[in-house]
Nanobody
Framework: QVHLVESGGGLVQAGGSLRLSCAAS????????MGWFRQAPGKEREFVAA????????YYKDSVKGRFTISRDNAKNTVSLQMDSLKPEDTAVYYC?????????????????WGQGTQVTVSS
C-alpha cells in the first residue's frame, strides 16, 4: 500500500515556474514507477511525465518536453515535477501516481495508487 500526498501547486503567471512534490508512504517506494498526470476542467485526465523505479528512464508528454523535469529521491520517498515556462494551457489539477508493474509509463491503467491532486493555475 502506498499513500501519496501532492504539494506545491498554486497560481503563477505565464512564463513562471512551479515545483510540485509528492510524498509517498511505505517502505517499498523505490520499487514503484512514478507518474504525474493532470486534468483540466471539462477534459479527461492526461499523462504528463513519468520516471521508472531505479531511476534510469524518464518519459514526457510532447507538449511539456524541455519545460518540465521529473525526478525522484528514493531515500526521501519523494517525486518532484519542476515546471518551467508555464503556459495557460498547463492549468489543471495535477496528480501523482505510483505503479509497480512495468509497461508503458504513459498509460494511467499502469498505476495503482493516486494522490488527491494539487491545483496549478497559470494566468495569461
Amino acid at each position: 500500500q502506498v499513500h501519496l500526498v501532492e504539494s506545491g501547486g498554486g497560481l503563477v503567471q505565464a512564463g513562471g515556474s512551479l515545483r510540485l512534490s509528492c510524498a509517498a508512504s511505505g517502505r517499498t517506494f523505490s520499487s514503484y514507477n512514478m507518474g504525474w498526470f493532470r486534468q483540466a476542467p471539462g477534459k479527461e485526465r492526461e499523462f504528463v511525465a513519468a520516471i521508472n523505479w531505479n531511476p534510469s528512464f524518464t518519459y514526457y508528454k510532447d507538449s511539456v518536453k524541455g519545460r518540465f523535469t521529473i525526478s525522484r529521491d528514493n531515500a526521501k520517498n519523494t517525486v518532484s515535477l519542476q515546471m518551467d515556462s508555464l503556459k495557460p494551457e498547463d492549468t489543471a489539477v495535477y496528480y501523482c501516481a505510483a505503479g509497480i508493474r512495468n509497461g508503458r509509463l504513459g498509460k494511467d491503467e499502469l498505476y495503482d495508487y493516486w494522490g488527491q491532486g494539487t491545483q496549478v493555475t497559470v494566468s495569461s
